[in-house]
């Protein structure tokens, strides 16, 4: 079992999207969003490796409703699956997009020995920070916490129920151990899709803790 206060050699903090737009008055707002962010600056001080995830769209993504002239939260078939579809968020480059002033301040922007940004593709949105929506578009971070004798992942950030979701699955079925912590993160929660989310998590063998 990982050990928030003290981590292992190879035990890596994975923030994920504590982005601008994910907080309350942003594009896409996750409840809560911004209350994670001192706890996870505070969970981080421990950790020697820490990578964030940047949410990062160009305008005419396949995930936004606006492209398809939909409503915001719909779903749509897409060519790789089912796709939820929303309001426009984390345009690259566009003020929302930023990270949380509090993660800047905190220093995690500079520490972070990784930024990660996915779902720039068009055609092909990105939840997970290992996979792409088709699950099998690779982002190079398994290859990366491999070459790096990373074996353990704590996950934090935004949101619980989609990005920070597939991403913990997608490490426990890349070899990776997993672990949320759920106090440092926040749902959007829409369909019952937070508890379908802790259920997967916990049936996929993803350690859940928490660190207040
Ligand atoms: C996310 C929906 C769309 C997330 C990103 O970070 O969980 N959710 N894009
Ligand atoms: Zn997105």
Not at 172 to 184: I, K, L, N, Q, R
Request: hydrophobic fraction near 45%; proline fraction near 6%.
């Amino acid at each position: 079992m990982i050990d928030l206060n003290n981590p292992a050699d190879g035990d890596v903090l994975i923030v994920i999207d504590p982005q601008i737009d994910f907080c309350p008055g942003g594009a896409l707002a996750v409840p809560g969003g911004d209350e994670i962010m001192p706890l996870v600056n505070r969970i981080a001080e421990r950790f020697a490796h820490v990578v964030l995830t940047q949410d990062w769209h160009p305008r005419n993504q396949i995930s936004f409703a606006s492209t398809h002239g939909a409503e915001p939260f719909s779903t749509m078939t897409a060519p790789y699956g089912e796709q939820v579809l929303w309001p426009d968020h984390c345009v690259q480059g566009s003020p929302g997009a930023d990270f949380h002033p509090l993660i800047k301040s905190g220093g995690l922007v500079d520490r972070a020995e990784v930024i990660l940004r996915k779902g720039y593709n068009p055609a092909v949105d990105s939840y997970s920070a290992f996979f792409e929506n088709d699950k099998t578009t690779a982002t190079g971070l398994a290859g990366y916490l491999r070459d790096r004798r990373l074996t353990r992942c704590v996950f934090v950030g935004l949101a619980l129920d989609f990005c920070v979701r597939y991403s913990a699955e997608d490490a426990v079925s890349e070899g990776f151990e997993a672990m949320v912590v759920t106090d440092a993160a926040r749902a959007i929660d829409m369909n019952g899709s937070l508890d379908a989310a802790m259920l997967a998590l916990r049936t996929q063998g993803v350690a859940l803790a928490t660190a207040a």
